[in-house]
């Protein structure tokens, strides 16, 4: 079964509201990184957030982290038309080097 | 730089046969990584790398092999290639502390038929 999941699985807002996306997952992590990926294309790395870290921030996106949750959450604000595309979780499991990811939330971001 | 490259992009195979799909990376990273991704289901990992001679298996190893003879090349052959086989692969690479994530190739579309 995947390690993380994300919540929602579909989400459209207007240009210029944030955008909120949940990852869940089920054991100790290394690390969780956020992904983006366009429609048909490769995921680009958009940020990385370690355990002993609880918020991060990196232009538009902020990202927390809540390990005794088992859970994060990315926000993008003021989003744009631009924005629109797949979200994934990935983490890597505490002591392994192999990054799992979650079956990703699609944002529509409506001009 | 050329950062991940995979090759072919596109192929259609019939069942049984068998082929390698080719992943280089230039920027040095020791970890690489094949995924599949299907409608719905994210990505899967197939098996890794953390460094040449050393490979293992992922989520969904089964009908995949995988070698790394360099730190640049990590080719995945299919054995015998099956119509649920039919997916997109993405090969990935990053740097030991994983701190700038992995870069990802551009896919390979496969489809069995």
């Known amino acids: 079964s995947q390690q993380g999941e994300e919540d929602p699985q579909a989400l459209s807002i207007q240009e210029g509201e944030n955008a909120t996306m949940n990852c869940s997952y089920k054991?100790?992590?290394?690390?969780l990184q956020w992904y983006r990926q366009n429609s048909g294309r490769g995921l680009v790395h958009l940020i990385l957030i370690r355990s002993n870290e609880r918020e991060k921030h990196s232009g538009r996106l902020r990202v927390t982290l809540d390990t005794s949750k088992k859970s994060s959450s990315l926000l993008i604000t003021a989003s744009r038309a631009a924005d629109t595309a797949s979200y994934f979780c990935?983490?890597?499991?505490?002591?392994?080097?192999?990054?799992?990811f979650g079956t990703g939330t699609r944002l529509k971001v409506l001009a | 730089n050329a950062g991940v490259t995979q090759t072919p992009k596109f192929q259609v195979l019939k069942t049984g046969q068998s082929m390698t799909l080719q992943c280089a990376q230039d920027?040095?990273?020791?970890?690489m990584s094949w995924y599949r991704q299907d409608p719905g289901m994210g990505l899967r990992l197939i098996h890794y790398s953390v460094g040449a001679g050393i490979t293992d298996q992922g989520e969904v190893p089964n009908g995949y092999n995988v070698s790394r003879s360099t730190t640049e090349d990590f080719p995945l052959r299919l054995l015998s290639a099956a119509p649920s086989q039919t997916s997109v692969y993405f090969c990935?690479?990053?740097?030991?502390?994983?701190?700038?994530?992995?870069?990802f190739g551009s896919g390979t579309r496969l489809t069995v038929v």
């Open positions: 990935a983490t890597s499991r505490a002591g392994t080097y192999k990054y799992i």
């Open positions: 054991t100790s992590i290394n690390n």
């Open positions: 920027m040095n990273h020791e970890y």
């Open positions: 990935a690479s990053s740097r030991r502390d994983s701190y700038y994530g992995y870069t």
